[in-house]
């Protein structure tokens, strides 16, 4: 297992993470104070209208959107037999009702948040399920003798006590003590939030998840964090003491950084950032991944590049593909890049090549916390995976589109809008009698009429019979242009 570093930068208005594996950043997460994520929140929501025909209702919880809850994210009533088909979401729910909910995805876009009223309340080791009676064991705790020792254990401890569990990784090695107390932490808190969801009305925050640093204690550190590092002595005292009371044993690795070089520049994080932001990105062998994420999915183009190094070109292109496999994986991570992606790897005739590269493209994506799906390579040479999305990805959080160009990533030449000019002239020449035409565009189009398309505006002018004037704004951005009536 890699070697890991965690890095944590505070300040009041926002949280930045960087995980470090090798001297090498794999993650990056963001948390905004006016900006913080939703999952993981409780609210009392009223239910505003009831969509048969899509087996869903919206549901306010008190923000800007209606959220959206699907019927199998409801509890059936009475906790029918698993596998059961639930009876219809009108059956169930009815508009005007109040519901205990828990945002399971933030909007992104223009979607609202998506609920579950199957709450889930997570602790140090474990999952509490209030609605549930199932004793699940995470799948990356094994071998099955010992999930089914510490299924019995969890048996005996939660006896006949309503609610269910599910057990973390970091449950493995828990002794039966350690366990009680989380079982007693997590049916506290359910019991306070019933508590508040009997006493507020709708549109009520019952129980907010933890904060970004918190959860870093709590999900991302594990046996291979070598230390946790935060700039913040304030907040380290905070997270100590949050720390030494739920999850000790990250807790230890807490370190407050006193380095006077911002904690981000230790590893390069700032620069990874920008690359992270930018459509290309060089792979060490010279080849070049471009990204392109658009509202429907994300594309990612493999190309060689200058990567010349290989005694032939089939042997290139496998060992570009081969390093892309890698570098896609970690872009996905770093970028947060969600739902579905489509990787045109460079073309390779040999069977034998695709699946290798398949089965690496495979192993570094095993290493993503985000549930991911794979397909093989299609007829057209292309593989589809599915990536979870439950958060803006890096891009949407951390930039706009641009104002000029409003997100195409291209805007018109000078000449094509010189010719937009002379379209609208004549257009306005037969509705309106001035005395002149005043242009009054940017200086690349003002150059472009007095070098290169002087002849076409001096015949315009001719054919109208109109002179036409021209002036520089600079503040314009290049498609922009006014036409004055003199």
């Known amino acids: 297992m890699a070697s890991q570093d965690i890095l944590i930068n505070w300040a009041p208005q926002e949280t930045r993470v960087a995980v470090v594996e090798n001297g090498a950043v794999q993650e990056l997460h963001i948390e905004r104070a006016l900006e913080r994520g939703l999952v993981g929140n409780v609210y009392l929501g009223k239910v505003a209208r009831v969509l048969p025909g899509m087996q869903s209702a919206f549901v306010d919880i008190g923000l800007d959107r209606a959220a959206f809850l699907h019927v199998a994210d409801l509890n059936p009533a009475g906790n029918g037999p698993r596998g059961e088909t639930p009876p219809p979401i009108e059956r169930q729910i009815f508009e005007g009702q109040t519901l205990t909910v828990q945002v399971i995805k933030d909007p992104i876009g223009t979607k609202g948040a998506r609920l579950s009223a199957q709450v889930s309340i997570a602790g140090r080791m474990l999952v509490f399920l209030p609605h549930d009676k199932h004793i699940g064991i995470s799948q990356k705790i094994g071998p099955a003798e010992a999930r089914e020792q510490l299924r019995a254990r969890m048996q005996a401890l939660v006896g006949e006590q309503p609610g269910g569990f599910i057990l973390r990784t970091n449950a493995e090695e828990a002794t039966d003590a350690e366990l009680a107390d989380d079982i007693a932490y997590l049916r506290k808190t359910w019991g306070l939030i019933r508590e508040r969801a009997q006493q507020q009305p709708p549109g009520t925050l019952l129980h907010q998840d933890l904060s970004l640093a918190e959860r870093v204690l709590r999900d991302l550190a594990n046996d291979a964090t070598h230390a946790i590092r935060i700039d913040s002595g304030l907040q380290y005292d905070k997270l100590k003491a949050f720390g030494e009371t739920y999850m000790p044993r990250s807790a230890a690795k807490l370190e407050l950084y006193r380095g006077e070089r911002p904690i981000f520049d230790l590893f390069g994080i700032e620069d990874e950032i920008v690359r992270a932001l930018a459509r290309k990105v060089e792979l060490k062998s010279g080849g070049t991944l471009v990204i392109d994420q658009t509202e429907a999915m994300t ?164 054919f109208i019979g109109k002179p036409i004037s021209l002036a520089t704004e600079p503040s314009m951005n290049p498609e922009q242009y006014d036409i004055v009536l003199l």
């Open 299 to 462: 594309t990612i183009d493999v190309n060689t590049g200058g990567f010349v190094g290989a005694r032939n070109f089939e042997d290139t292109v496998f060992k570009t593909n081969l390093e892309a496999a890698g570098a896609i994986a970690r872009q996905l991570r770093l970028r947060n890049l969600g739902g579905m992606v489509i990787v045109d790897f460079i073309d390779m005739a040999r069977e034998e090549h695709q699946q290798a590269v398949l089965a690496e493209f495979r192993k570094q994506l095993a290493r993503d916390r985000t549930r991911t799906t794979v397909s093989g390579f299609s007829a057209l040479g292309l593989v589809e995976l599915t990536r979870k999305r439950t958060r803006e990805s890096l891009a949407h959080m951390l930039c706009e589109p641009c104002p000029t160009c409003q997100g195409r990533g291209q805007v018109k030449t000078a000449r094509s809008v010189c010719y937009d000019i002379l379209r609208e002239i004549l257009r306005e020449a037969r509705q309106f009698d001035p005395k002149e035409f005043r242009i009054v565009a940017t200086a690349a189009v003002v150059e472009m009429f007095l070098d290169e398309e002087s002849v076409h505006l001096a015949g315009l002018s001719e």
